[in-house]
């Protein structure tokens, strides 16, 4: 069976702060993808990253970044100096050979 | 590219009703996956198509059935709406589908309510 955890459900910070978004995933497959997806208040997920479970390698995209750890099956994100339209439910998500599993996902709330 | 576009948007019906909602993928892709996503489930798949066959399903009852075109459009279809089906159905696109390296990527939805 396959699980991901996003223990997080409502995170909320000032514009400016930096915010981390934890995920934490179970599989016994050994190959395995890992997403994160942004849903604004629109309703469509929009994506943002696709990980290997072979490429531990940190990804840094403009304000994002994402710290994948096999060892803890962690993948968390991170968006330094937020602001007001990082605000949504972002998810994370992992792909086996069989299915693409969602966590329940965190709600992102950046006020000024 | 367009992405990948879904209809119609919003929709209401009535317990016992049926309806059948649009997916048309991104170009040059041939899977097609559709998910229900509810406050109480979050996002859950429903089944996923690949050159006009079902290729993988989730535990959905029967009521719940789609298909896909020779064109990759798609369609699900509700049959006997429950009020449990309210809901943000989400369709999503991918090249081929049954890679894990590959990224599915979504419509905005169709949002029914089941009064």
């Known amino acids: 069976a396959q699980k991901v955890t996003q223990a997080q459900t409502e995170i909320s910070v000032v514009e400016k702060e930096d915010v981390t978004l934890d995920c934490v995933y179970e599989?016994?497959?050994?190959?395995?993808?890992l997403f994160w997806y942004k849903q604004p208040p629109s309703g469509e997920l929009v994506f943002l990253i696709r990980?290997?479970?072979?490429?531990?390698q940190n990804e840094i995209s403009g304000r994002y970044s994402w710290n994948f750890q096999k060892s803890t099956s962690s993948f968390n994100f991170t968006i330094t100096a937020s602001q007001v339209v990082d605000s949504a439910v972002y998810f994370c998500?992992?792909?086996?050979?069989?299915?693409?599993?969602f966590g329940t996902g965190t709600r992102l709330q950046v006020t000024l | 590219k367009a992405g990948v576009t879904q209809t119609p948007r919003y929709l209401i019906k009535t317990r016992g009703q049926q309806v059948t909602l649009s997916c048309s993928p991104i170009?040059?892709?041939?899977?097609v996956s559709w998910y229900q996503q509810t406050p109480g489930q979050g996002l859950q798949f429903l089944f996923e198509?690949?050159?006009?066959?079902?290729?993988n399903k989730g535990n959905f009852p029967g009521r719940f059935s789609g298909r896909q075109f020779s064109n990759s459009r798609s369609e699900m279809n509700v049959s006997t709406l429950e009020l449990g089906d309210s809901a943000l159905y989400l369709c999503?696109?991918?090249?081929?589908?049954?890679?894990?390296?590959?990224?599915?990527?979504f419509g905005p939805g169709t949002r029914l309510l089941v009064l």
């Open positions: 999503a696109s991918s090249l081929a589908g049954s890679g894990r390296e590959e990224t599915q990527y």
């Open positions: 599989t016994r497959d050994t190959t395995y993808y």
């Open positions: 990980r290997n479970s072979f490429d531990e």
């Open positions: 998500a992992l792909k086996t050979a069989s299915k693409l599993t």
């Open positions: 170009s040059g892709h041939r899977s």
């Open positions: 198509y690949f050159s006009e066959t079902q290729r």
